[in-house]
């Protein structure tokens, strides 16, 4: 697969080289703190450093990555503070989509949410990939069925944030599972116009997810202090 980007012009390299390295990131392949090398990044997807580098400055300037004196470039940390502003934001935003999604639900959309709930109660066998996907789509059929163009824009735009929550979240112990048994009961509410339930179901699954993450970047704390 690499040795086809040789093959490529400069510009598709370029792209496709941010974007394996930003997608790495929001699915924690690359999580806060580790180092990204242009060498050896380079050398695993067969192409120069040009591509790698330039991906790395357009990353550090999204804030993704940052430049340590002595170390290079490491995926950056999300503050605590950060994390607890960006939650209360999807909070009200989730909710709101969770009870509008509620109030307008359709036949047409509840065969969807059909659908997808029979997806979330057969995941045995899933990889985590593909846990992580059904994540994604859960969330996106929600925001769709709120039938709110813009608030479906807003929250399209804290994607980024959600990934890299959802899967570093999941590095605590049986929080992959409780999320997407969360995200099943979410669904069933909304799917049967159980508005207050909905807004009830998404509120404690935002806060668990909170939680989680924030629990995460502790056991980040604590390894770097040994």
């Given at each position: ?83 607890i502003e960006v939650f209360t934001i999807l909070s009200s935003l989730e909710v709101l989509a969770s ?48 039938k709110s163009p813009k608030l479906h824009e807003i929250l399209s735009g804290l994607t980024d944030y ?65």
């Amino acid at each position: 697969m690499q040795n086809k980007w040789a093959q490529e012009d400069l510009l598709s390299i370029r792209e496709r080289a941010y974007r394996y390295l930003k997608d790495m990131i929001l699915d924690g392949e690359y999580k806060a703190g580790d180092r990204l090398v242009e060498r050896e990044l380079a050398e695993k997807l067969s192409i120069s450093r040009t591509p790698i580098r330039e991906a790395l400055f357009r990353l550090e300037s999204q804030g993704f990555v940052k430049t340590v004196p002595r170390k290079g470039v490491v995926v950056e940390r999300i503050s605590e503070e950060e994390v607890i502003e960006v939650f209360t934001i999807l909070s009200s935003l989730e909710v709101l989509a969770s009870k509008l999604a509620a109030q307008k639900m359709d036949e047409r959309t509840q065969a969807e949410f059909d659908g997808m709930i029979e997806k979330l109660q057969n995941l045995e066998g899933k990889t985590e990939e593909e846990i992580s996907q059904l994540h994604l789509e859960t969330n996106k059929i929600i925001h769709t069925a709120a039938k709110s163009p813009k608030l479906h824009e807003i929250l399209s735009g804290l994607t980024d944030y959600i990934r890299i929550f959802a899967n570093s979240s999941y590095e605590t112990p049986g929080r992959k599972e409780e999320s997407m048994k969360e995200h099943l009961e979410i669904m069933k509410a909304v799917r049967n116009k159980e508005v207050e339930m909905g807004e009830y179901l998404t509120k404690i699954h935002i806060e668990n997810s909170k939680k989680a993450y924030i629990g995460f970047l502790n056991r980040l704390k604590e390894k770097e202090q040994r």
